[in-house]
């Protein structure tokens, strides 16, 4: 009896604590689509619709053609990127197995309002490979990681290298207020992410093996995620960030000729450091797909060139049909994946 009541208090708490998991994750999910319709509302209140069609009447169609494709063909470093760290994790998942994987996740980021269910899929399709869920999930945050930290380089050394951005910088004056607050939330968020590893490492082993809820088993995983990273060394992740930075050049290079499409004459530099600004702004978990902060995104930049912005939001556009491309290639390799399943069986 004892037993069965314990089993059964065991089993209310665990539903419990997913019920109040897929609540935050249902309330997230709808600030993200706030979000998102509030910059899409700004952008439609700020930037006349006819302006944008205009401009993307006017495209140059084989410009437009060359960017679309430039970008499609960073998938395949990215791929080669997170091939590098498969390979060092030791996982049994060949190159053409990562490129399909890539290619079927981004049909699935297209379809969820978020990046977490292209990631269950890569994470489902390595399983399927042999791989373990620990090493999958390792080499999916490594690979992110030096993606990030290339975009991030590239992006702020050819932002140094565009005389209009130094000069734009050079006139600007940052608010106290702005500056101060911009601190505040600084200094409180690495206060909390200081007393979270702390309360983690201080727990002693009977806690440890006690620890039933959700945050405590996260940061088990997330330690052990982190451990077998740190356990490749730097030459694996310098031997990733070639793939990496030839990913960020050639995004660089589709920029460029899609606002050259656009009638609008921006250098490769410019290009860059533009595509690691997006890339950066639709990587922050507060939008649908990066809808409306794209656009945001690319209006402030060409604003800080003196560009027309409309030219901006059908960049904004060009950009999006790019990933909509990258799905529908994404979407018709699942389906031969599928397909491919079920014909030995039948």
């Known amino acids: 009896m004892v037993a069965h009541r314990l089993q059964t208090s065991s089993m209310t708490s665990s539903e419990s604590i997913a019920g109040k998991a897929t609540l935050r994750r249902g309330m997230w999910t709808a600030l993200r689509l706030f979000l998102s319709c509030a910059a899409v509302a700004w952008v439609l209140h700020s930037i006349a619709l006819g302006g944008v069609i205009a401009a993307l009447e006017s495209a140059d169609p084989l410009r437009l053609t060359l960017g679309v494709l430039m970008n499609v063909a960073t998938r395949f470093p990215a791929a080669e990127r997170t091939q590098v760290m498969n390979r060092g994790l030791g996982l049994s998942v060949s190159r053409w197995q990562t490129i399909e994987t890539l290619f079927i996740s981004n049909f699935y980021a297209l379809l969820s309002p978020g990046p977490l269910l292209a990631g269950v899929v890569t994470v489902y399709r390595y399983r399927r490979f042999g791989a373990s869920i620990t090493g999958s999930v390792s080499s999916l945050l490594a690979s992110r990681a030096i993606e990030c930290a290339a975009f991030v380089i590239w992006g702020l050394a050819c932002a140094l290298l565009d005389p209009r951005i130094i000069a734009h910088l050079g006139s600007l004056r940052i608010r106290p207020g702005i500056a101060g607050a911009a601190v505040i939330l600084a200094s409180i968020g690495?206060?909390?992410?200081?007393?979270?590893?702390?309360?983690?490492?201080?727990?002693?082993?009977?806690?440890?093996?006690?620890?039933?809820?959700?945050?405590?088993?996260?940061?088990?995983?997330?330690?052990?995620?982190?451990?077998?990273?740190?356990?490749?060394?730097?030459?694996?992740?310098?031997?990733?960030?070639?793939?990496?930075?030839?990913?960020?050049?050639?995004?660089?290079?589709?920029?460029?000729?899609?606002?050259?499409?656009?009638?609008?004459?921006?250098?490769?530099?410019?290009?860059?450091?533009?595509?690691?600004?997006?890339?950066?702004?639709?990587?922050?978990?507060?939008?649908?797909?990066?809808?409306?902060?794209?656009?945001?995104?690319?209006?402030?930049?060409f604003a800080m060139l003196g560009l027309a912005p409309r030219t901006a939001v059908a960049l904004s556009l060009l950009l999006f049909l790019d990933q909509f491309v990258s799905a529908m290639i994404g979407g018709a390799m699942q389906i031969g994946s599928v397909l491919a399943r079920r014909r030995p069986a039948s």
């Open 190 to 301: 690495i206060a909390a992410i200081v007393c979270v590893v702390v309360r983690y490492k201080s727990r002693d082993a009977a806690a440890s093996a006690s620890a039933a809820t959700v945050p405590w088993r996260t940061l088990d995983k997330l330690a052990a995620v982190y451990r077998q990273i740190l356990a490749q060394g730097p030459a694996v992740s310098l031997k990733a960030a070639v793939p990496a930075s030839l990913q960020v050049v050639i995004s660089g290079g589709a920029m460029m000729v899609l606002a050259r499409s656009l009638h609008t004459d921006i250098s490769w530099p410019t290009g860059v450091w533009m595509a690691s600004a997006v890339y950066a702004a639709v990587l922050l978990p507060i939008s649908i797909a990066g809808l409306g902060v794209r656009e945001v995104t690319l209006i402030k930049a």
